[in-house]
Every structure is written in structure tokens, then in C-alpha cells.
């Protein structure tokens, strides 16, 4: 019988294995790169992604005082077109934002453009603004609450030295809620700065010495270089305060009594949540509340972000 040669062994092609070594190794550290994010990506479900969807599933619902609850539909929705004290919140939410935002955003660039000087003690200044950001809300507020007290408070000490009787800061309605804009300045002015001394350092020293050969000084210089190459950290920053100044509580909370005469003047959209979820047991008209504030950040960020593309300059 003829022998049958036999076939010898087809080599794999040393491009082809390359290939798949290739894709094992990217599977590999795609395998790897998801287990690294998934305690993160698990926390974010459980703690922020969770409660949202709850919220707004429990918007629907009417909460019965043993915890059942049952769905109603839009009746909360329906019922927030009527309510006073919403409109009231909202309205105060707003004078809150329109002071606290853009007024903090400008001294906290003042005093980031100082401290980003060669002046002596420069980290004990920058230590003292940034104090208050890591004092904890409550004991600032109690701190501002004695000095604004009406009696023996400090500040009205001092107005009593040269003849001028104090008001009554915390409880009288027409000024309870400017009195508690100053201590919101006050205290976020230390964490902004922060933000915008690592913009300041950022800005090439180049256009500095361009403009010093070229004779601008310093209020020009601020105004055509710093500011301009700065818009990035502002917008930025101008988010972060506009959703944290949405979400104002504690001041209010702890400075303005629950039976103060100036609560309702001073409320805030949170603090409205508060009350209908933890001290009238309505968490369903609550929850809405809760999702039309989500609502109206979402539209009020989504508009920056358009915006933005007009003043903000990226080099």
C-alpha cells in the first residue's frame, strides 16, 4: 500500500497570535479596570442613583402614619400649584442664591488674588479663611446666633458704643434672612479660595511679564488675564455654589427657632422638606418637592452650561 505523507502542523501566523494577545490583554484590563471602579460605581447605586429613583416613585404616593403608602398619581403635583409656603420658599431660595453666589464669588476671587501675593504670613491668612470650611455648620451657626442675639449679643454691643440700637437680626422677618446671606459669605469664602489659588497657579507667568514689558497695570491686568484665563475655575466654582445655595438647611435650621416669627420668611425649599417629610409626616407631597428642586437645578445648570460658551475662556 502507498504511504499516506503526513501532514505537518500549520503554523499560526505571528500577526494572528500577536491579535489575540492582544484582545486577552484588553479584556484583561477591562476585567480588572470594572472590579477596581465597582465599589464605587455599587456606592453611587445604593447612596445617591437608589434614593433618586425612590423620591421619585414616592412623589406619586400619599404616606399613611404607620409607613403604608398608597399611589395617588399627580394630586402632590396638583397640590404644590397652590401652595403658598412653596412659592414663599422659592422666593426666599432666590434671594438666598442671588446674594450668596455671585457676592462670595467675588470676594473669594479678592482674596484669592491677595494670597496668591509674596506678602509675609501668607499660610496663617490662608488658614484662618479656611477655618470655617472644615468647623462643623452647627457650631458656626451657634457662634453667629450669639452674636447676633438682640440682647447680649456682640454685635449689638458694638452698635450700642456709638449710640445705635440694634435690631433684632435672627427673629425680626424683614432681615432674619440677610442676616443668615452674611454668615453663608462668611463661611464659604475659605473653600472658594482655595479653588481659585489653584487657578491663579495655573495661569502661565508669561502673560504676567508681557504685560508688565507692555506698561498695563494692575487693574488691567487683572481684568484682561486673570479674570479671563481664570472664567474655567469661575464657572466651575459658580455651579458648585448655585446646587449648594439650592440645598441651604442648616444655617436656617439651627439660627431661626421653629416658632420664630421670621421662619416663615427665612425658609428654604429644603427646609420645607424637612417640615412636610420628617415633622408632618407627609413624605409623599415631600418626595415631590424633592424632585421638582432636582428639576429646576437640572434646567438652571443645563442653561449655564449653554452660557458658558460665550464668557468662559480655556486656553
Do not use: C
Amino acid at each position: 500500500m502507498r504511504e499516506v505523507p503526513l501532514q505537518k502542523d500549520v503554523k499560526t501566523p505571528k500577526k494572528l497570535k500577536v491579535t489575540s494577545l492582544t484582545k486577552t490583554r484588553k479584556r484583561s484590563d477591562y476585567l480588572w479596570a470594572y472590579l477596581m471602579i465597582a465599589p464605587t460605581m455599587l456606592g453611587l447605586f445604593i447612596f445617591y442613583l437608589w434614593p433618586i429613583i425612590q423620591t421619585f416613585y414616592y412623589s406619586f404616593t400619599e404616606w399613611g402614619a404607620f409607613g403604608q403608602y398608597e399611589w395617588t398619581g399627580l394630586d402632590n403635583y396638583k397640590r404644590m400649584l397652590g401652595d403658598l409656603n412653596l412659592l414663599q420658599s422659592f422666593k426666599n431660595t432666590g434671594i438666598y442664591i442671588i446674594f450668596t453666589v455671585p457676592v462670595g464669588i467675588f470676594l473669594s476671587i479678592i482674596v484669592a488674588v491677595l494670597l496668591n501675593q509674596k506678602i509675609k504670613g501668607k499660610s496663617i491668612y490662608r488658614t484662618l479663611y479656611f477655618l470655617p470650611v472644615i468647623t462643623m455648620p452647627a457650631a458656626i451657626a451657634m457662634v453667629w446666633k450669639w452674636i447676633y442675639n438682640a440682647d447680649y449679643g456682640l454685635l449689638n454691643y458694638l452698635l450700642s458704643l456709638v449710640g445705635i440700637k440694634g435690631p433684632h437680626w435672627v427673629s425680626d422677618p424683614n432681615i432674619a434672612l440677610y442676616s443668615i446671606i452674611v454668615v453663608a459669605i462668611w463661611s464659604g469664602i475659605g473653600y472658594n479660595m482655595v479653588i481659585f489659588l489653584s487657578g491663579l497657579q495655573g495661569i502661565p507667568k508669561m502673560y504676567y511679564e508681557a504685560a508688565e514689558i507692555d506698561g498695563a497695570g494692575p487693574f488691567r491686568v487683572f481684568f484682561k488675564i486673570t479674570l479671563p484665563l481664570l472664567s474655567p475655575v469661575i464657572f466651575f466654582v459658580s455651579i458648585m455654589s448655585l446646587i449648594g445655595a439650592f440645598q441651604v438647611f442648616d444655617l436656617i435650621f439651627m439660627m431661626i427657632g421653629k416658632g420664630s416669627t421670621a421662619i416663615e420668611s427665612t425658609q428654604s425649599i429644603v427646609y420645607l422638606f424637612y417640615q412636610h417629610a420628617f415633622v408632618l409626616n407627609e413624605k409623599g407631597y415631600a418626595a415631590a418637592i424633592a424632585v421638582l428642586l432636582l428639576i429646576v437645578i437640572l434646567i438652571i445648570t443645563a442653561i449655564q452650561m449653554v452660557l458658558q460658551k460665550k464668557w468662559v475662556h480655556y486656553e
